[in-house]
């Protein structure tokens, strides 16, 4: 199942987002969960950390939340570092726990259909096999020579 976001629309979910749940998020700065959290909160992201297996601890000057339920406050974007097959019931609780969700976002690798539908019936936009760190470093012009090809060109270089 493979689906195509355009640039436009990927800025544009980057942009209007603030504050981002990363469900499943590691306590281990090499899992890419870890460091794709840390990122989104040197951008300036509000990140909240979710994790049962760390309730309570701190990542980043934020307590680690068990589940969606313990979030207090809006929440913009839900990041899934999760099995597709565990997807279905994190986007079904998302949408009844948080309002205002405007974006389901699937790490690569993390792909479920079903979900996606039942988002995008709720007006939720849906990213899924995609890095939010790696599409921000993209479109933003922060990938260069020795990172991604982006096909643009930088006068920095």
């Known amino acids: 199942m493979s689906e195509n976001y355009s640039d436009s629309h990927l800025r544009d979910i980057l942009t209007r987002t603030r504050r981002v749940a990363v469900i499943g998020v590691s306590m281990n700065p090499v899992r890419?969960?870890?460091?794709?959290?840390?990122?989104?909160?040197?951008?300036?992201?509000?990140v909240v950390p979710v994790n049962p297996g760390h309730a309570g601890e701190v990542l980043f000057g934020q307590?680690?939340?068990a589940g969606l339920r313990d979030i207090e406050?809006?929440?913009?974007?839900?990041?899934?570092?999760?099995?597709?097959?565990?997807?279905?019931?994190?986007?079904?609780?998302?949408?009844?726990?948080?309002?205002?969700?405007?974006?389901?976002?699937?790490?690569?690798g993390v792909e479920n259909a079903e979900a996606a539908e039942m988002?995008?019936?709720?007006?939720?936009?849906?990213?899924?096999?995609?890095?939010?760190?790696?599409?921000?470093?993209?479109?933003?012009?922060?990938?260069?020579?020795?990172?991604?090809?982006?096909?643009?060109?930088?006068?920095?270089l």
């Not at 890419?32 to 509000?46: C, E, G, I």
């Not at 999760?82 to 790490?107: C, D, F, K, N, Y």
Request: proline share 5%.
């Open 119 to 156: 988002a995008r019936a709720r007006g939720v936009d849906v990213v899924m096999n995609r890095c939010p760190k790696i599409e921000y470093q993209r479109l933003f012009g922060e990938l260069r020579m020795g990172g991604f090809n982006t096909g643009v060109i930088s006068s920095k």
């Open 73 to 108: 406050g809006p929440v913009d974007m839900i990041d899934i570092f999760r099995r597709s097959e565990h997807v279905g019931p994190i986007v079904e609780e998302a949408l009844e726990v948080l309002p205002g969700l405007r974006t389901v976002w699937m790490q690569i």
């Open 63 to 65: 307590t680690v939340v």
């Open 32 to 46: 890419p969960s870890y460091y794709v959290a840390r990122y989104l909160s040197l951008k300036k992201y509000a």
